[in-house]
């Protein structure tokens, strides 16, 4: 374990035996010291800190990983790095990993079961000390069987087994609540943009738009689905083709932010104002939802803590510890853009 001296001569290597003897400890101490697993006086760590700063000593978090059977990395498998909810939750996931001195490495699926699992194989062969999987396609076998020889968390599931542990979002509770809130406004034919059918969220979602109109007697109307696949020009089109089927709709429940934003652009260019002459209702509650015209109604979905909380339930399966992790339920923010029906 060295690096490299912080002074004049930077070609000049410091090792821990060299902080040693500067400190007048043993090398094996100062070890223990670096690691946080060490006994000793405060006037002996003192002069460990006093001598790490003189010498400009840097511990290398990777050698300190292999001398404990570790390297301190977690692998995380998101599906696309530049999506504004996976961003917040890959930030999540590092604030939390990092206090406790390990760093991820983050690769990207794209939705591809086959990318995945040649994600996985990689982060595998760096010998990462774990796996945070952010939904994605790879069967629940598949995890299970990775989990027997590596801890692994995976978020949008309900999954159990040795060296697993899921978190998931009550999705259906979240597309009830955003139907109802339209339905408690006085609409009753609500458009729903749908999600990638692949999906186990955004068939979560459909399903409680079907059960939010059931409850209140609405038929269900199939035409006034349309697909989308999460992304801002999914939602434009899926206005588009409504506008174009000449069905008749007072709402929209868009089944993330992304596509509500899509669709809100469609409104716009067919001189349709929101929410004076459609309502219009998104899911997730990201950071630009808020500073939309007008700002958008929506579900909050946490992505941050969900990050949080998958690198924490990480950290307590490598302690050996049993994670107790639950999601916060879903929560309906209600904004400019629904409002109550005009008849």
């Not at 390297?71 to 498998?77: E, P």
């Not at 206005?239 to 932010?257: E, H, K």
């Not at 939309?292 to 992505?303: D, E, G, R, W, Y």
């Not at 339920?329 to 109550?340: H, K, W």
């Amino acid at each position: 374990m060295k690096t490299k001296r912080l002074g004049k001569d930077s070609s000049q290597v410091v090792t821990l035996d060299m902080v040693a003897k500067e400190s007048g400890v043993s090398p094996s101490t100062v070890s223990r010291i670096l690691n946080g697993t060490a006994t000793v006086s405060e006037d002996k760590k003192k002069s460990v800190d006093a001598a790490i700063a003189k010498l400009g000593f840097v511990p290398n978090p990777v050698a300190r990983g292999l001398a404990g059977g570790r390297t301190l990395s977690i692998g995380v498998v998101t599906q696309a790095l530049d999506s504004p909810f996976y961003g917040a939750a890959l930030r999540g996931i590092e604030d939390e990993l990092d206090p406790a001195g390990y760093s991820p490495l983050f690769v990207s699926a794209h939705w591809n079961q086959a990318s995945e699992v040649r994600c996985i194989d990689m982060l595998r062969a760096r010998r990462v000390d774990g796996l945070i999987v952010l939904n994605g396609r790879m069967s629940d076998q598949s995890l299970k069987s990775i989990a027997k020889t590596v801890p692994v968390v995976v978020t949008g599931r309900q999954l159990k087994g040795p060296g697993l542990f899921a978190l998931n979002f009550d999705n259906f509770n979240g597309g009830f609540q955003a139907t109802q809130h339209l339905i408690q406004l006085g609409h009753r034919r609500i458009a729903f943009i749908s999600g990638d059918p692949e999906h186990p969220d955004a068939n979560e979602r459909f399903k409680g738009y079907v059960s939010a109109l059931e409850a209140a007697h609405i038929p269900f109307n199939p035409n006034l689905v349309v697909p989308g696949e999460y992304h801002e020009i999914s939602g434009l089109l899926a206005v588009d083709r409504l506008l174009a089927s000449q069905q008749q709709f007072t709402a929209i429940f868009a089944a993330n932010d992304q596509m509500a934003f899509g669709a809100a652009l469609s409104l716009h260019r067919h001189s349709l104002r929101i929410p004076d002459d459609v309502s219009l209702m998104g899911f997730d509650d990201l950071a630009n939802s808020l500073y939309c015209v007008p700002p958008l109604s929506t579900i909050h979905q946490p992505a941050y803590e969900l990050g949080r909380l998958a690198a924490a339930s990480m950290l307590q399966l490598l302690a050996e510890q049993k994670p107790t992790a639950l999601m916060p339920a879903p929560v309906l923010i209600a904004r400019e853009s629904t409002r109550r029906l005009r008849v």
